[in-house]
C-alpha cells in the first residue's frame, strides 16, 4: 500500500525544468534509435533499444546523466550522452516525458 502511494506520487511529479520544445533539434539523433518499435541496435552486439517516450521526465533525466558519467555503461548511449550538456538532457527529458501516448 505504502509503495504503491509512493510510486503514484512520484508518477505525478512535475517534468524537470526542460523545455520540450529546445530539444526538438537534438532529439533527431536519437529517434534514429529510439523511435522505432523493437529495434535493435547492432553493433558491437545486439541491444534491444528500450523505449523512451513516455517515460517520466526525472527517469529519462537520471538515465542520460548516469551514461554521461560512465555509471550506466552502454557504448552508443554513453557517447551520446557526453555530448550533451545538462540544459539539453533536462529538454530532452522534458520532450519525451510528454510523448506519453505508447506508439502502437
Ligand atoms: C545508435 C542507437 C541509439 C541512439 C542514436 C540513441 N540511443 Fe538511447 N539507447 C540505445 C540503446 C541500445 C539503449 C539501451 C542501452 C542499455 O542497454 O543500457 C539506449 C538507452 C537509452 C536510455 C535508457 C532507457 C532505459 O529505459 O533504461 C535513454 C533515456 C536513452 N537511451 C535516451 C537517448 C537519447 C535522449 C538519445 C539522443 C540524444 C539517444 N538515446 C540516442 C540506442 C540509442
Known amino acids: ?35 522505432i518499435p523493437g529495434y535493435q541496435s547492432s553493433f558491437p552486439r545486439v541491444y534491444r533499444v528500450p523505449k523512451i517516450a513516455g517515460q517520466s521526465a526525472g527517469y529519462i533525466e537520471a538515465a542520460l546523466r548516469g551514461y554521461a558519467r560512465g555509471e550506466r555503461s552502454h557504448p552508443t548511449m554513453n557517447g551520446v550522452a557526453k555530448t550533451l550538456t545538462d540544459k539539453q538532457i533536462a529538454d530532452i527529458a522534458a520532450y519525451y516525458a510528454e510523448r506519453g501516448v505508447p506508439a502502437k
Not at 5 to 27: F, L, N, R
Request: negative net charge; proline residues 6%.
Open 1 to 35: 500500500m505504502a509503495a504503491a502511494a509512493a510510486s503514484t506520487a512520484y508518477a505525478q511529479q512535475p517534468a524537470a525544468a526542460g523545455d520540450a520544445k529546445a530539444a526538438e533539434p537534438y532529439v533527431s539523433m536519437c529517434g534514429g534509435c529510439h523511435s
